[in-house]
């Protein structure tokens, strides 16, 4: 294993505790802004000692993102989107020079319809940041929307290990599908024919064709050698199938939020975005392909169109010239000019690979939430702020406070959940951190409930900054929203497909779609977004397109 990836040993940044869900109920009336200050109110009750109000301010204001700090990111998100459909960008500035988002093609060239896959059958491989899932998808009939009994997944999952994350990923992702194909025994499939599969590959990859790519860089704690830049990562996978005679080929590769949108468009055909929160942060767009000048339509008679013509599910908006876009957003601003950056974010972002680079990914994703936490409380035990009656024993304190990536994103869930008088659920994550003679005090806990809303505050107003941000984008040019039906922007609606864990975190959703939807409005648009979280996103979009590609 790589030094660097040492610091994600633990990466699994694993969904939000079952029992979180009953206490978010209750906690979704109070909000985000107003459990904040009512837990601020506590501290200043309890008269804390001389520094602490100061200390705790100054971070808050460093976390802050207001409406003009918003409009800002639109401005720039704008330029940087542009820049990227213009020209292929090199690798995500990290030469600190270019600041273009790389926008990537998918190749995929029409929303998903109904009739292209109802009644078949394929595989879908997702490799995120924690787990490879493979999965046998069948297409049932699609029923106005109706999510249930539409299709059917045989599902397994398996946990990435180290050595495939740095050295051994496509001999172990090809070891995987040999054992899925072997004991899970799917009825249907004769032994003989090679199985369709729709690869979802979560790394910014730069597609030329549908089911071709180069991965430009690896992120999440992944570390490959002489992958980047260089190779195909379906060409990697599919010839080590091929060595153990795994009857699958691989028919498309998407990334997992072109997946997601596929997936969302074809339950909601108002979709025009997705984003993902879950170990990495990124979105995808539908763009009309005239706006895009780095891309040259093949010739109508060569190639395949993914999803054939039929525009008849498209009411959103839809028409058949447009292509996904995999915007790779995690990468904004990577020259720190309008995010709110902090000295806990160079931080992080000088130990955690890719160095310097994702630097939006690592302000708001799973995988880096709770190590933003985590540094801001050893600040302020290093301030004697926290646990500071304990004089000077802090050097002793265990893992949450000693060990890079430790506090796990799932915790901040449980922390900002916790509504408790006494905050027992707080008590009972930090206790055990600390030395056995030390006395974790009700100031603490309000304290570190405090940093975790905020946190999670910044990330949920960065994330709406940047949908609003890309509705914006792709409004400009053709209005998202063709017919418009009422003035009332409430009953124009365009749908954002969601996926990823941290998106669960209490009270995000109900924030992230509250300031969305007051940016947007702002903006003087008459339309509307509605957050959708698709189950199953990422798998069935990659086995819808499969299936598309397949009988395109
Ligand atoms: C990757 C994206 C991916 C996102 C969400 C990021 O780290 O760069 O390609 O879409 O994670 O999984």
């Known amino acids: 294993m790589t030094q660097n990836a040492e610091h994600f040993k633990e990466s699994g940044y694993e969904p939000v505790e079952q029992n979180v869900g009953k206490k978010n109920k209750k906690f979704e009336k109070l909000g985000l802004k107003k459990s904040m200050r009512n837990v601020f109110s506590k501290i200043a009750e309890h008269r804390p000692r001389r520094g602490l109000l100061e200390k705790i301010e100054e971070i808050r204001?460093?976390?802050?993102?207001?409406?003009?700090?918003?409009?800002?990111?639109?401005?720039?998100?704008?330029?940087?989107?542009?820049?990227?459909?213009?020209?292929?960008?090199?690798?995500?500035?990290?030469?600190?020079?270019?600041?273009?988002?790389s926008m990537f093609l998918s190749y995929v060239t029409s929303r998903p319809h109904a009739k292209t896959v109802v009644g078949k059958e394929c595989l879908s491989m997702d490799l995120g940041g924690t787990y490879l899932r493979i999965s046998h998808v069948k297409f049932n009939a699609h029923d106005g929307g109706q999510f249930k009994d539409e299709y059917e997944i045989k599902q397994e999952?398996?946990?990435?290990?180290?050595?495939?994350?740095?050295?051994?990923?496509?001999?172990?992702?090809?070891?995987?599908?040999?054992?899925?194909?072997?004991?899970?025994?799917?009825?249907?499939?004769?032994?003989?024919?090679?199985?369709?599969?729709?690869?979802?590959?979560?790394?910014?990859?730069?597609?030329?064709?549908?089911?071709?790519?180069?991965?430009?860089?690896?992120?999440?704690?992944?570390?490959?050698?002489?992958?980047e830049g260089k190779r195909d990562v379906v060409e990697l996978t599919q010839s080590e199938m091929d060595k153990r005679g795994v009857k699958v080929k691989i028919v498309a590769l998407l990334n997992d939020t072109v997946a997601t949108m596929v997936a969302s468009t074809y339950f909601h055909s108002r979709t025009a975005m997705c984003t993902i929160f879950g170990t990495g942060n990124n979105a995808s767009y539908w763009e009309k392909i005239k706006d895009i000048p780095k891309y040259t339509p093949p010739d109508k008679n060569s190639g395949a169109r993914v999803g054939g013509n039929?525009?008849?599910?498209?009411?959103?908006?839809?028409?058949?010239?447009?292509?996904?876009?995999?915007?790779?957003?995690?990468?904004?601003?990577?020259?720190?000019?309008?995010?709110p950056y902090t000295n806990y974010d160079n931080d992080i972002n000088r130990r955690s690979p890719p160095i310097g680079l994702q630097v939006l990914e690592k302000m708001v994703a799973?995988?880096?939430?709770?190590?933003?936490?985590?540094?801001?409380?050893?600040?302020?035990?290093?301030?004697?702020?926290?646990?500071?009656?304990?004089?000077?024993?802090?050097?002793?304190?265990?893992?949450?406070?000693?060990?890079?990536?430790?506090?796990?994103?799932?915790?901040?869930?449980?922390?900002?959940?916790?509504?408790?008088?006494?905050?027992?659920?707080?008590?009972?994550?930090?206790?055990?951190?600390?030395?056995?003679?030390?006395?974790?005090?009700?100031?603490?806990?309000?304290?570190?409930?405090?940093?975790?809303?905020?946190?999670?505050?910044?990330?949920?107003?960065?994330?709406?900054?940047?949908?609003?941000?890309?509705?914006l984008f792709r409004n400009k040019h053709e209005s998202l929203v063709p017919t418009v039906l009422s003035d009332d922007p409430n009953q124009n609606i365009v749908v954002v497909g969601v996926e990823g864990s941290a998106y669960d975190l209490p009270g995000f959703s109900q924030f992230l779609s509250a300031s969305t939807n007051s940016l947007l409005s702002y903006n003087n648009v008459k339309f509307k977004a509605v957050f959708e979280f698709v189950q199953n996103a990422s798998i069935l979009g990659s086995a819808i397109v499969a299936l598309m590609t397949s009988s395109a």
Not at 177 to 199: L, N, R, S
Not at 372 to 396: A, P
């Open 157 to 227: 999952k398996y946990k990435i290990t180290d050595e495939a994350k740095t050295a051994t990923l496509f001999e172990w992702v090809a070891e995987q599908v040999e054992e899925f194909m072997e004991t899970k025994a799917i009825g249907q499939i004769e032994k003989d024919v090679c199985i369709p599969c729709g690869f979802t590959f979560s790394f910014p990859t730069d597609q030329t064709a549908i089911d071709k790519g180069i991965l430009r860089l690896w992120c999440k704690g992944f570390a490959v050698p002489d992958i």
């Open 61 to 101: 204001q460093g976390l802050q993102v207001d409406l003009d700090m918003q409009q800002r990111i639109i401005k720039k998100l704008h330029i940087s989107m542009q820049r990227g459909l213009e020209e292929n960008t090199g690798r995500n500035c990290d030469d600190g020079r270019e600041d273009a988002l």
């Open 366 to 471: 799973g995988l880096y939430l709770g190590e933003v936490v985590r540094v801001i409380l050893v600040d302020l035990i290093d301030h004697k702020l926290l646990f500071s009656h304990q004089g000077n024993d802090f050097m002793s304190l265990r893992r949450f406070f000693r060990e890079e990536y430790s506090f796990d994103t799932a915790l901040i869930s449980v922390i900002v959940a916790d509504d408790s008088e006494d905050l027992e659920d707080v008590a009972d994550i930090i206790a055990p951190e600390l030395p056995d003679h030390v006395n974790i005090t009700q100031l603490d806990l309000l304290i570190i409930k405090y940093i975790c809303l905020l946190t999670s505050i910044r990330s949920a107003s960065l994330s709406a900054a940047m949908v609003a941000g890309v509705l």
């Open 310 to 339: 039929d525009s008849s599910n498209s009411s959103g908006g839809a028409s058949d010239d447009e292509m996904a876009i995999n915007i790779e957003w995690g990468a904004f601003d990577n020259l720190r000019e309008v995010l």
